[in-house]
């Protein structure tokens, strides 16, 4: 019956669709990093952790940062250096010789507001916005312009026709992804990369959702992937980690899409991941190239970044924490 539904706002030279945004749930999550290494130094460590953004799944309400064994220590609120400016924050702090043998452990709290959302049929929401040229490029990690994937997105059809809709050409591209895909765990940042996942579409959440956005930026469609992790407490086995899409339609805004959930959980009933969120998932920052400062760069953070400039070698054991607390 869903699919049905879909295809009825999919189909018709008018569509008056729109989403509809609909509070889930409070949470308070708490993000733990113990950083251990053997070692003696003599520099200044940096520890940086994405700020989660406003988005229509998502309202942060308040995060903290400190560090327990230094706790006058106040973290500082900064940006990355690359074009998009995401918000991070920031602990930098001199180390000379050894850590103590329980490491050095720092707390990040963070309280949102979730928000279910769903494409409908109904009146539009949304008027022609001005979209940042960001959610077009084609960068390091989707990169859409390398001849590989240039040559799987002709060869497989996966261009847009002339005669769809925003909606429909994406809808196009999910359901051929989720149909043809393998969900596997492991890999580096550039086995993620389009260009090298499209070639034997195996991967992880994170492989999915950039070839989705990459597919979508070479048609001219505004798109961007989130990383985060879900609202639910991590296991011996599993960080909760995950990343989501969203494409832009003039008429909609910004419309959610979860490749991978649809192959995992929904392979028969892949709609119930396409312009739908539940409001469990929580986003640590938007789109791929995280750059604290030049030098450092990240594919993306699901987790705080380390970074430390001084003599000695520094090879860190690192180990996190995940929790999240409904309020009532």
């Known amino acids: ?172 591209v999910f359901l051929y992804l989720v149909q043809r895909s393998t969900y596997t765990t492991g890999g580096s940042y550039e086995s993620r990369r389009p260009s090298e996942f499209c070639v034997g579409l195996k991967g992880d959440c994170g492989g999915m959702s950039l070839a989705f956005c990459a597919a979508m930026r070479l048609s001219g469609i505004p798109s961007r992937p989130f990383f985060g992790r879900w609202a639910l407490d991590a296991t011996e086995d599993y960080g909760q980690t995950h990343v989501v899409s969203e494409f832009w339609d003039d008429g909609l805004g910004w419309v959610p899409v979860d490749v991978a959930s649809a192959v995992v959980h929904f392979a028969k009933t892949p709609d119930r991941v396409f312009g739908k969120a539940d409001g469990k998932f929580i986003a640590f920052h938007e789109n791929t190239d995280i750059e604290p400062f030049k030098g450092f760069w990240q594919g993306w953070a699901q987790y705080a970044l380390v970074s430390y400039t001084g003599s000695g070698k520094f090879d860190p054991k690192v180990d996190e924490a995940w929790t999240v607390r409904r309020i009532k």
């Open 1 to 172: 019956m869903f699919l049905i539904a879909i295809l009825g706002i999919l189909s018709g030279s008018e569509r008056a669709d729109h989403i509809t945004r609909v509070f889930k749930q409070k949470v308070h999550a708490t993000y733990e990093i113990t950083t251990r290494y053997d070692e003696a130094l003599d520099g200044k460590m940096s520890i940086f952790m994405p700020v989660p953004p406003d988005t229509d799944q998502q309202k942060l309400k308040g995060i903290t940062m400190r560090c327990l064994q230094i706790p006058e220590l106040n973290a500082i609120a900064t940006v990355d250096v690359s074009p998009l400016h995401r918000k991070l924050l920031e602990l930098t702090f001199p180390v000379r010789g050894r850590l103590p043998a329980s490491g050095l452990r720092v707390k990040v709290d963070i309280d949102l507001d979730m928000y279910e959302s769903k494409l409908e049929a109904g009146v539009a929401a949304h008027g022609k916005a001005q979209i940042s040229a960001s959610y077009l490029d084609s960068t390091r990690e989707i990169d859409y312009e390398n001849p590989t994937f240039q040559d799987w997105m002709r060869n497989n059809n996966l261009h847009r026709l002339g005669t769809e809709s925003v909606v429909e050409y994406a809808h196009r």
